[in-house]
Nanobody, 125 residues
């Protein structure tokens, strides 16, 4: 059974930084693409960042490009999201997700078959 457990969310002032972590178990982590999504109140879940299953390639939503960095540790079975220069519009519940489609890298929410419980990020202006 796949388990994804996020941590690191919290309250931060605009311009500040946070680092989210996701501990993965129950999957072949080294060959699974991973991603971060977020969902703000009243809005649909949206893609934030993804890291490939093999060579560490990354992809970002335009809204976070240059501010957020996704990374993974194969040894520790962890995925991270470093968030800098946070803005009020980044306020949301952030979810870690594991791809189920077998893609090398994907941004489509429907390709991700396993999700964490989410961690709240609140940015005050």
């Amino acid at each position: 059974q796949v388990q994804l457990v996020e941590s690191g969310g919290g309250l931060v002032q605009a311009g500040g930084s946070l680092r989210l972590s996701c501990a993965a178990s129950g999957l072949t982590f080294s060959t699974t693409a991973m991603g971060w999504f977020r969902q703000a109140p009243g809005k649909e879940r949206e893609f934030v960042a993804a890291v490939s299953r093999s060579d560490g390639n990354t992809y970002y939503a335009d809204s976070v490009k240059g501010r957020f960095t996704i990374s993974r540790s194969i040894l520790k079975k962890m995925v991270y999201l470093e968030m800098n220069n946070l803005k009020s519009e980044d306020t949301a519940v952030y979810y870690c997700a594991a791809d189920a489609s077998g893609a090398v890298i994907t941004t489509r929410v429907e390709d991700f078959g396993s999700w964490g419980q989410g961690t709240q990020v609140t940015v005050s202006s």
